[in-house]
């Protein structure tokens, strides 16, 4: 079975930090992704890597970044958390393109800034 | 932007009965995705259909899809109080391997 870890189911932050979400997959999957979940939005993308040191914007980028150092782990970065990022994070990876094109999600992290 | 988004919201109905999500896009797509995700969870997928199939069974999974008119449907028969959970579509369009996910519908299955 494909597993998709998160470091932390929940975190909480204050203000100004530097915040780390971390994802690891055990499948040697191509690709990576970030999504924030909030009520009523679904989910959004906000990041997402094709490859080792590769990275894309998805459609909510601002005041995120990531990192993908290894192919199975691909890092979320609040440079300095703000309330508005309080939120349900959720990291996903799938093989590669092509039909079957099936995302593997990790547990979630649930993340609260003060 | 979200492209898919489910229809109801909401639902609410007694095991035994059959519940019915529907999804509508915008955009042409390559195959479409339905994931489910229980309380607080990480999204679990169910069932995938190509844009050249109009239905898909998976157990007591049904899935349609009419791409004339970009919707979906999504049909439990037989329902239980374990599939008490969020179900969300997903559009794939063939490129960049990117799902974008609709809003979902919440099902809620009492006994």
């Known amino acids: 079975d494909v597993k998709v870890t998160q470091s932390s189911r929940y975190l909480v932050k204050r203000t100004g930090e530097k915040v780390f979400l971390e994802c690891v997959q055990d499948?040697?999957?191509?690709?990576m992704f970030w999504y924030r979940q909030d009520p009523g939005l679904g989910l959004r993308l906000i990041y997402f890597?094709?490859?080792?040191?590769?990275?894309e914007k998805g459609d909510i980028p601002e005041g995120y970044s990531v990192s993908r150092e290894k192919k199975e782990r691909f890092s979320l970065i609040l440079e300095s958390a703000s309330t508005n990022q309080t939120s349900m994070y959720l990291c996903?990876?799938?093989?590669?393109?092509?039909?079957?094109?099936?995302?593997?999600f990790g547990p979630g992290t649930r993340l609260t800034v003060l | 932007s979200q492209q898919g988004e489910e229809d109801p919201q909401a639902l609410s109905i007694q095991e035994g009965e059959n519940a019915t999500m529907n999804c509508s896009y915008k955009?042409?797509?390559?195959?479409l995705q339905w994931y489910r995700q229980n309380s607080g969870r990480g999204l679990v997928h169910l069932i995938l259909?190509?844009?050249?199939?109009r239905e898909k069974h998976s157990g007591r999974l049904r899935v349609t899809l009419d791409t004339s008119k970009k919707s979906s449907s999504l049909l439990i028969t037989a329902s239980r109080a374990a599939d008490t959970a969020s179900y969300f579509c997903?559009?794939?369009?063939?490129?960049?391997?990117?799902?974008?996910f609709g809003t979902g519908t919440r099902l809620q299955v009492t006994l």
């Open positions: 996903a990876s799938t093989l590669g393109e092509g039909l079957y094109n099936e995302q593997f």
């Open positions: 499948m040697d999957h191509e690709n």
């Open positions: 890597s094709y490859d080792v040191k590769m990275k």
């Open positions: 955009t042409s797509i390559n195959n």
């Open positions: 259909i190509r844009s050249n199939e």
């Open positions: 997903a559009t794939d369009p063939g490129t960049a391997s990117k799902l974008t």
